[in-house]
């Protein structure tokens, strides 16, 4: 799927208004500005990466994992899998995943928004498990979020992202390689 999302990507003709985006949308080194433009098209490319049905070869892979030698059964039950690739139940879901995520993230939120948010992105794991599309243990631990969001307030104020773009503005700074308590005093001047 990566190969795939990779070539989808490629082939985007972006507006000259679009300044400098990163060689790869897999790349670790993109900038927030960057994965703001990538944002904008990503499920339309995530639709596409995954459009090969992969839930069988998935299951195969789990059923061999437990048993060496799978019976015609179990074979059978695994080929019955698929995906529905209905583009209007996909962006339904995207479109319901996109208000949760909008609900959840936004800087003030009272309980009944996080009741309403969390349940909305209930839903989109709902419909994506229904629809058989591949998801990760992150998508079980989206369902704890209301009792997180209720003990330690909005994600707005609990993220990650603000000591990550710090993290990276000192990474950036130049240090002319100056070692034995030199380096922290430039980092500290340069903060």
């Known amino acids: 799927p990566l190969d795939r999302l990779e070539e989808f990507f490629s082939q985007i003709i972006w507006p000259v208004s679009?300044?400098?985006?990163?060689?790869?949308?897999?790349?670790?080194?993109?900038?927030?500005?960057?994965w703001h433009l990538h944002i904008s098209v990503l499920f339309v490319g995530l639709f596409i990466a995954w459009e090969v049905d992969m839930l069988c070869q998935r299951h195969l892979e789990i059923l061999l994992s437990e048993s060496a030698d799978p019976n015609q059964e179990q074979l059978d039950l695994v080929d019955s899998f698929t995906?529905?690739?209905?583009?209007?139940?996909?962006?339904?879901?995207m479109l319901e995943f996109s208000a949760?995520?909008?609900?959840l993230s936004s800087r003030s939120i009272s309980p009944r928004e996080v009741e309403r948010g969390c349940a909305a992105l209930s839903r989109v794991c709902q419909n994506w498990a229904n629809m058989g599309v591949h998801m990760t243990p992150y998508f079980h631990f989206a369902q704890h979020f209301q009792r997180q969001m209720l003990q330690f307030g909005p994600c707005y104020s609990t993220w990650a992202f603000p000591y990550e773009q710090n993290n990276g503005f000192l990474g950036w700074t130049n240090h002319n390689n100056h070692k034995g308590g030199e380096l922290e005093c430039t980092m500290m001047q340069k903060w």
Do not use: F
């Open 18 to 34: 679009v300044a400098c985006l990163s060689p790869s949308v897999t790349s670790s080194s993109s900038k927030a500005d960057q």
């Open 100 to 103: 949760a995520i909008q609900i």
């Open 83 to 93: 995906t529905d690739h209905s583009i209007c139940q996909h962006y339904s879901t």
